[in-house]
């Protein structure tokens, strides 16, 4: 029963604050797209699928509740000044006993922390070859892209589709973290 009410929270919390709709400016079709429609001439609403969505909202609760128990170091990679802005307020005004760093344009560790885990909030447009072992040397194996772009080559990422510039989707994130930080029923 209480099971069945947290799925039906998070259900009616992802409607609520629009996590299943996501705006681009090209038709992309694949496995995370439910419905598309068309805006304008270039401009497409698409809906995403809410099981896969659910389903990769899951696989990110799990490793917060693995990380939960080891206390890492979390890594932020935003995508400008006002995500790190909401991050870093929202972690210290909620008291969350949670390690972190906030990184715009380089990934470098300032200590040698045994299990780093990096939370990729942008796009990375750059070389992918290049930034993978950029990732690698600084010791970064666990990897969450929570973004809009679906990559053909991928980084050896979980992945979460989704645009964090709408923050309201970031606050969404944000609280989704500290609900399991928080409730020690997680542990």
Known sequence: MITQTVNHLLLNSLINIDFLLLKKHYFANNLSVLNLIKLHKNLFLHIL???NLIINLKQFFRILQFFK?????????V???HQKLIIDNFIKKNQLNLKFQIFFKFLVLKKNF???????L??????????SKT???NHFFLIQEINPTQAKKSIGSYKILNDLTDYKKLIFILIF?????QNSAFK
Not at 69 to 77: A, E, L, R, V
């Open 49 to 51: 699928n809410p099981l």
């Open 69 to 77: 128990k080891t206390s890492p170091m979390f890594n932020f990679f």
């Open 79 to 81: 995508q400008g000044e």
């Open 114 to 120: 045994s299990m780093p885990f990096l939370i990729l």
């Open 122 to 131: 942008k796009n990375y447009a750059g070389n992918k070859l290049l930034f």
């Open 135 to 137: 990732l690698q040397a």
């Open 177 to 181: 973290v500290r609900q399991i930080w």
